[in-house]
Nanobody, 121 residues
């Protein structure tokens, strides 16, 4: 079982990035995929979640209106499109597989290695 997050990079404020989370060894029909981030000196926080089972999405307030989560089930990949990025979005972004989008992060069983997003002002 493996989750691989990619797509991070360096972008100026107002720019966009699309993160990808490629899942291998697990089905998107069995797990939801959550996106989390951890900024330097801050606690980990939830960003967004996608459930393939009922085709639902969830967003933290920080992501609403700017980020969009989607999936390509044929590729077993979940995406996080991030628009209008702000310096406060600078963090390592992680994807993880869990039971439901309402579950706390501690309930997520599988975590990918993070991808760094850096937004300059």
């Amino acid at each position: 079982l493996q989750l691989q997050a990619s797509g991070g990079g360096f972008v100026q404020a107002g720019g966009s990035l699309r993160l990808s989370c490629a899942a291998s060894g697990l089905s998107l029909d069995t797990y939801v995929i959550g996106w989390f981030r951890r900024a330097p000196g801050k606690e980990r926080e939830g960003v967004s979640c996608f459930s393939s089972t009922d085709d639902t999405t969830a967003y933290a307030d920080l992501a609403k209106g700017r980020f969009t989560v989607s999936s390509d089930n044929a590729k077993n990949t979940v995406y996080l499109q991030m628009n209008n990025l702000e310096p406060e979005d600078t963090a390592v972004y992680y994807c993880a597989a869990g039971p439901t989008c309402n579950s706390p992060a501690t309930f997520y069983s599988y975590w990918g290695r993070g991808t760094q997003v850096t937004v300059s002002s």
